[in-house]
Structures are given as structure tokens and as C-alpha cells.
């Protein structure tokens, strides 16, 4: 048997591809690998969190946005994604405080601005 020799960031590369074309548990598979070969880069731990997440997979792409926020506190995407995470869960009040720093680190991000709007309704409802 031959190892794998892809670089993680051909794996990366493919998995976002693989994630852009729908596929999202065929780039959670890809991307795992890459994130194997280097666990500390944000850019894979994002994507692996966008790809659970759309996958469905909630509680998994938290961690891995949780991931991206420990490598990097100041990624306004990390805050992001464990806020609309916490969202799908029902949990609104810890998706407000993660949408609100989301929102204060990037103002201009329109998706931001509408999922703390949506948020901050199923608060008040």
C-alpha cells in the first residue's frame, strides 16, 4: 500500500472544491485528511466546519469553528459559524453573544447583520 502523498493543501484545495460543487460529506472526508497533515491552520478547521455544518452536522462544525478561534480569537467567520451552529440547536442566546461579535469584528457583512436580526426575533418571540 502507498501512502497518500497529497500535501495538505492539495487536499484543502479539493475539499473546497468538493464543498463548492455541494458535496459536503465528501469534502468533510477530504478536508479530515488535510487537517490530519496540519491541524493549526484556520483555513482548513473553517472549511471543515462550513462542510459539517452544511452536511448537517451541527455539534461537529462547532468544533471545528471553535478550532479556528483558538488558533485565531479575532476571525469574525469562527464567530459566525458557532453562532448559526448554536442557531440550528436552538440555543439563541449563546448564537446572540457569537452573531454580536461576528457583527462588531466585520459591520459591513450583510450576512452577519441579517442572522443576528433573525436571531435577536427568535429571542423576542
Known amino acids: 500500500m502507498v ?6 493543501y492539495e ?3 479539493k475539499g473546497v472544491g468538493l464543498l463548492e460543487a455541494g458535496d459536503p460529506a465528501q469534502a468533510a472526508l477530504v478536508l479530515e485528511q488535510a487537517y490530519s497533515k496540519e491541524p493549526g491552520k484556520a483555513s482548513i478547521c473553517e472549511a471543515l466546519g462550513r462542510a ?3 452536511y448537517g452536522q451541527f455539534g461537529e462544525a462547532q468544533i471545528y469553528f471553535q478550532r479556528v478561534l483558538k488558533i485565531d480569537p479575532s476571525n469574525h ?3 459566525f459559524g458557532i453562532s448559526l451552529c448554536l442557531e440550528r440547536t436552538g440555543d439563541y442566546r449563546k448564537s446572540l453573544g457569537h452573531i454580536k461579535l461576528a457583527t462588531a469584528m ?7 447583520r441579517k442572522a443576528k436580526t433573525r436571531i435577536e426575533k427568535a429571542i423576542a418571540s
Open 106 to 112: 466585520s459591520p459591513k457583512n450583510d450576512d452577519y
Open 52 to 54: 459539517y455544518f452544511n
Open 77 to 79: 467567520y469562527g464567530h
Open 11 to 13: 487536499l484543502y484545495k
Open 3 to 8: 501512502a497518500d502523498k497529497k500535501s495538505a
